[in-house]
């Protein structure tokens, strides 16, 4: 099973790696993914470089990624967040070991030569942007540290074809993973209670939607839910049989996804 936490505060790590826990006592292999969002957010403020957003012509917001920037990304990503979680589950006797897509060359990508970003009226060239799209997994490596009883840990950045660190998105990478892995259930956790019909609007969630029509949920959704919609269009094209979006905040927020609490695309 693969479960990907976003990059929110308000995620209950605790309520999160109790589930795990249960899992695992019920001999579930468990990949975990992550996101830092705001921790990335917080620190570049402080470090006087403030993250920076790039909007596509298609209307899709990503991180605009300099040199300095992926110095903040990794003090956020594998730094900070990975091993808070990796010692969260450890207190709860989950063994877990945390990756980034570097380690290992677990995620590998191409890199993005260049950008269109769309400011006002104009469209803007950029070409010193360190983005790319995850599109190989070292799955052997997955795959032995499930084997031996451990539980993955995984974030960005991933490496470019040629070795340079990239940010990508989670959300797409979390994808390509599950899909090399043969993975059939994915549960993706974030800061409210599934898919929301009226932006902002937690009791206008949307229970079952079909994977065929997943283009049709584009006019409900703002800003990262887009980049959510690919990666569920990538993770159906590869295999996937069922993806579950749901609560991040509440208690036993895995196994209340799995009872269809959130919403539940097939």
Not at 25 to 44: I, N, P
Not at 78 to 106: E, F, H, M, T, W
């Amino acid at each position: 099973m693969l479960i990907k936490i976003g990059g929110g505060k308000k995620n209950n790590l605790e309520y999160i790696c109790n589930d795990i826990k249960t899992l695992i006592d019920q001999g579930e292999k468990v990949v975990l993914v992550h996101g830092a969002s705001v921790t990335r957010d917080e620190l570049a403020e402080k470090l006087g470089v403030p993250t920076e957003t790039i909007i596509s012509p298609s209307g899709i917001s990503s991180v605009f990624t300099d040199t300095d920037a992926i110095d903040v990304f990794l003090m956020a990503y594998p730094g900070i967040v990975n091993k808070k979680i990796v010692a969260k589950l450890q207190s709860y006797r989950v063994n877990a070991v945390g990756l980034s897509g570097i380690d290992g060359q677990l995620w590998r990508g191409k890199r993005k030569t260049a950008v269109y970003s769309k400011e006002g009226e104009k469209t803007k060239l950029i070409t010193n942007n360190m983005s790319g799209k995850v599109t190989d997994i070292n799955i052997n490596l997955i795959l032995l540290l499930l084997d031996n009883k451990y539980v993955p840990v995984v974030c960005p950045p991933a490496l470019s074809e040629e070795n340079e660190i990239i940010n990508t998105d989670n959300d797409w990478a979390a994808a390509v993973m599950a899909g090399a892995l043969h993975i059939e259930k994915m549960i993706v956790l974030f800061e409210a209670p599934g898919l929301l019909k009226k932006f902002g609007d937690e009791s206008s969630v949307i229970k079952k939607v079909d994977k065929t029509k997943l283009d049709e949920c584009f006019t409900y959704t703002q800003g990262r839910m887009k980049k959510k919609l690919l990666g569920a269009k990538e993770v159906f094209r590869l295999g996937l049989k069922k993806l579950y979006w749901s609560d991040g905040r509440i208690k036993n927020p895995i196994f209340k996804a799995l009872k269809g609490e959130g919403t539940v695309i097939s």
